[in-house]
């Protein structure tokens, strides 16, 4: 898979947008973007996916550069149940996940009162 | 649609025993399941590849004969830690491939594994 780099933390407001950026300068073109999050003490949530399109969902959006390099998952609203940590993965479009999945450190996204 | 669970959700065992963790699909058949393994503020390693039907592949690192995985239905996964230490003691979580999603990988709330 290719190595993606996230920041280790982001703080946001309770009910403003969470924008959270992942880089993946690696990234080869047969290979999608998905974001998953895990609560604290619980599996992962897959979110959302793309390739080159920006995807939006009822959890978020994904905006994906033009080059394919980084991308930026936006929840639109953030709530204090979206405090998480959240994993930026790229993925061979091998079917999605037929492989088993490589996490990083992600991003400890905190959303304060 | 496509839950995944796990049972026990927390397991307490002495040291020298062994223990099973079941992962089952709820509502989708998954001839591919995966099980992970967390340590406390680390972030998931996968420790093996489940087929129904067939021998599971291991991770580099990980004790095949420690963690024995049996796949014998489309809908359940088990991982049995053998002589466990307390060293094994982590966060293990399975996921299972929805075929009927694109072979999106669905995850399990996790068992917590404590080895006293």
């Known amino acids: 898979d290719a190595k993606t780099t996230q920041p280790p933390s982001m703080d946001c407001a309770e009910g403003r947008a969470a924008n959270l950026p992942c880089n993946h300068s690696?990234?080869?073109?047969?290979?999608?973007v998905y974001w998953y999050r895990q609560i604290h003490s619980q599996g992962p949530q897959y979110i959302i996916h793309?390739?080159?399109n920006n995807e939006t969902n009822e959890m978020a959006s994904l905006i994906i550069t033009e080059d394919r390099k980084s991308s930026t998952l936006i929840l639109p609203h953030a709530t204090l149940r979206d405090t998480a940590v959240y994993y930026c993965i790229v993925i061979p479009y091998s079917g999605g996940g037929a492989d088993g999945l490589t996490f990083g450190k992600g991003t400890h996204l905190i959303i304060q009162p | 649609g496509a839950v995944v669970s796990q049972h026990p959700s927390r397991v307490i065992c002495k040291s020298g025993t062994s223990v099973k963790i079941e992962c089952r699909s709820l509502d989708f058949q998954a001839t591919t399941m995966f099980w992970y393994r967390q340590f406390p503020k680390q972030s998931l390693m996968l420790m093996a590849t489940s087929n129904e039907g067939s021998k599971a592949t291991y991770e580099q690192g990980v004790e095949k004969d420690k963690f024995l995985i049996n796949h014998a239905s489309l809908t359940l996964s088990t991982l049995t830690v053998t002589s466990a230490h307390p060293e094994d003691s982590s966060f293990y979580i399975c996921?299972?491939?929805?075929?009927?999603?694109?072979?999106?990988?669905?995850f399990g709330p996790g068992t917590r594994l404590t080895v006293t």
């Open positions: 793309g390739l080159k």
């Open positions: 690696t990234i080869s073109g047969n290979e999608y």
């Open positions: 996921s299972a491939l929805n075929s009927d999603r694109n072979y999106e990988q669905y």
